[in-house]
């Protein structure tokens, strides 16, 4: 009986832990993190609704896009013209990364460096001001943090 009791103390426990960064931090180092490994799951996991909306929004253009469009596009991404039409947000994000970590942008150089100052403006809102000036905005949608992508 005791043992039985002990389990279900330990599920209860395990099923209640958070599945989701609670401080602003760790969800950007989570980020941080996934942007390095290229790990587009976890980077939409970790981003806001209103980033998945706008990244929703990218991928209905991306698709709708007249041929000369898309092969221009698919040319500069070194991508195959018929994949955008089927594009989903993760082949979204993943072009997203290929391209910032070849070309060295702005937004590669603050992912791949630290933060010089964290400011939390309110409960539901912090922000991260990276060593190269870029400003990375998070926001709680309760009760997790999340990555405010919208500026990309």
């Not at 941080?32 to 909306?53: C, R, V």
């Not at 290929?98 to 937004?107: A, D, P, R, T, Y």
Request: charged share 25%; hydrophobic share 40%.
């Amino acid at each position: 009986m005791r043992i039985l009791t002990i389990s279900f103390i330990a599920v209860l426990v395990i099923s209640c832990s958070p599945s989701g960064p609670i401080t602003p931090e760790n969800a950007f180092s989570k980020f941080k993190s996934a942007y390095s490994e290229e790990n587009t799951a976890l980077m939409l996991s970790l981003i806001s609704q209103e980033s998945k909306l706008k990244i929703d929004t990218a991928v209905k253009i991306i698709a709708s896009m007249d041929e000369n469009s898309k092969t221009g596009f698919s040319e500069h991404y070194g991508l195959k013209k018929e994949a955008l039409n089927n594009l989903s947000n993760q082949d979204f994000l993943k072009i997203q990364i290929v391209f910032m970590k070849k070309s060295g942008n702005e937004i590669h150089k603050a992912l791949t460096s630290e933060a010089i100052v964290k400011a939390n403006k309110n409960k539901k809102s912090a922000e991260f001001i990276m060593s190269n000036s870029v400003i990375f905005k998070l926001q709680r949608e309760f009760p997790y943090w999340k990555i405010d992508i919208t500026f990309f």
